[in-house]
């Protein structure tokens, strides 16, 4: 069976109003723990939809970390050491679980490839999530040794807080602090209907990103970067397609999902901390980072940058300890170099940022906001370095990263239709006509109009609107209106629900 979609008509017409009925149903029952039971059994079943044995590794994940994270709490004060060897019990567990099912075969294959040796892949299921409510355990068990967290919550609200199904599959990475008050608040158990109404609104237009946005601009994407994984030669406006696309894609995808995510919370009542704060309009590498996925940029500044001594152990170490950071983020998103290439890429790019903030500060120049040119300027080069980034974040191999760079940078020809080239003759100096365009949604020439256009309303909307977050709700209600009719269609006609791009880490 396929995972429950949040884009899927089983979820949305099933599982959902299933889980909200029962919710309310619960609300006005006797006791203050029955909600939270049949969120916690609603949460254990959409988990467990695609492929139960995923419960064998998510039931004693949350019943391990619990009981380890109280015994930390009970021996904080007396046996202190005792309670740091819990920990480091505990964070290994956790670790460990993510490096079998996660990295194994990624590991041992690199080890033998590097010794010579021969090494067969196996078949291990990747429980769905393992990274995301790792990272938040590994938070609370922390927290608990630190004494942040002074009070150890009940064995239900913890289980709602690691299982809530609206974020166990791909974020945002919920910190325990931010979601168990509320849980654990009366108010949870009273009905905010304005609340509801904005989960609803949210739901919707993220799934509208989903369905009538990053959906379409993953064609473009999938037919060039599949061309390259097979060895085909990508010619300059095919790359850019691919590249574009799936920059485009990866944007409308993330920040839909993230927008459902937040959405589905509140229609339960409970609020998720924001995720996604259109970061393509960051000035600067290190703005895009406290922009884009911020709760894990948060949880890697918080967890690995700062324990790894962070900006005050000197500037060189500061920058190995940035590299470091965004190393090992490159390798949480996937089990491949491909993945860690990016993340190196972005550490180099967030130490060139340092290094040019410093040379300002070095001459004299104000290290306030920049002049409309320079915001503009750096947001360009931003967006591009962010583009070429997430070719190795894409490409099957890094051999599919290399014919789309360099398809981009012109080595394997330009080719367009003829029928653009003769509108156009000065192409022809430039370019080489042909009848169809591999890559280009057909090979037609409404085909490349069709693929330039929609990229020009993608980046549009992400330059020149503001992101949904940052208007009123009565205001995402009205959104709602254009987009619905499209959300209903794609719905009805557009076949099997595509998958999050985030589910796969």
């Not at 995972?3 to 006791?31: Q, T």
């Not at 005792?82 to 964070?91: F, P, S, Y």
């Not at 693929?451 to 205001?475: D, E």
């Amino acid at each position: 069976m396929r995972p429950v979609l949040f884009n899927s008509v089983p979820f949305i017409v099933g599982f959902l109003p299933l889980a909200l009925a029962g919710f309310f149903v619960m609300r006005v029952l006797p006791g203050r723990s029955t909600p939270i039971f049949w969120l916690v059994a609603a949460s254990l079943f959409f988990y467990g939809w695609w492929d139960y044995h995923n419960l064998f590794i998510l039931v004693p994940s949350v019943v391990l970390n619990y009981l380890i994270g109280r015994a930390i709490g009970d021996y904080r004060e007396k046996r202190l050491a005792l309670a740091r060897a819990l920990l480091v019990l505990g964070i290994a567990l956790n670790l460990g679980a993510i490096a079998y099912f996660k990295y194994f075969n990624f590991l041992a294959g690199s080890i033998a490839a590097l010794s010579g040796a021969e090494y067969t892949i196996r078949h291990i299921l990747l429980p769905i999530g393992i990274s995301f409510f790792t990272f938040q355990q590994i938070k609370f068990l922390v927290d608990r040794y630190t004494g942040k967290t002074a009070v150890h919550p009940d064995f239900k609200s913890y289980a709602m807080f690691v299982t809530f199904f609206p974020h166990v599959i791909a974020g945002p990475i919920v910190q325990h602090d931010e979601l168990l008050p509320q849980i654990q608040n009366r108010w949870f158990e009273r009905f905010s209907a304005e609340l509801f109404v904005d989960g609803i609104a949210l739901f919707l237009l993220g799934l509208a990103k989903k369905l009538v946005l990053a959906d379409q601009f993953g064609v473009y994407a999938d037919e060039g970067f599949n061309a390259a994984a097979a060895g085909e030669p990508i010619s300059f406006f095919v790359a850019w397609g691919a590249a574009i696309g799936y920059t485009l894609q990866l944007y409308f995808d993330f920040s839909g999902y993230s927008d459902m995510a937040i959405g589905l919370a509140r229609m339960f009542g409970l609020r998720f901390p924001i995720n996604f704060n259109s970061p393509y309009k960051a000035v600067n590498i290190i703005e895009f980072w406290r922009r884009w996925h911020i709760t894990l940029s948060r949880f890697l500044r918080e967890y690995l940058y700062f324990p790894l001594g962070g900006n005050r152990r000197g500037r060189a170490r500061r920058y190995v300890n940035l590299m470091t950071t965004m190393l090992l983020g490159g390798l949480w998103h996937g089990a491949g170099w491909t993945f860690v290439v990016w993340g190196g890429l972005h550490g180099v790019f967030i130490v060139i940022n340092h290094l040019w903030h410093g040379l300002r500060r070095a001459v004299g120049l104000p290290a306030g906001q920049p002049t409309i040119p320079g915001r503009i300027a750096g947001t360009v080069i931003t967006f591009f370095a962010v583009l070429v980034g997430w070719v190795f974040f894409r490409a099957a191999s890094f051999t599919a990263a290399s014919d789309v760079l360099a398809g981009m940078a012109g080595q394997h020809g330009a080719v367009l239709p003829t029928q653009i080239v003769n509108l156009i003759p000065l192409l022809g100096r430039f370019v080489t006509s042909a009848g169809t365009v591999p890559g280009l949604a057909g090979g037609t020439v409404l085909g490349f109009v069709a693929m330039v256009g929609l990229f020009a309303i993608g980046l549009a909307i992400i330059f020149l609107t503001p992101h949904l977050h940052q208007i009123t709700p009565r205001t995402r209600l009205l959104l709602l209106l254009p987009s619905f009719a499209f959300v209903v269609q794609n719905l009805l006609f557009s076949g099997s629900a595509a998958p999050f791009l985030y589910f796969q880490f």
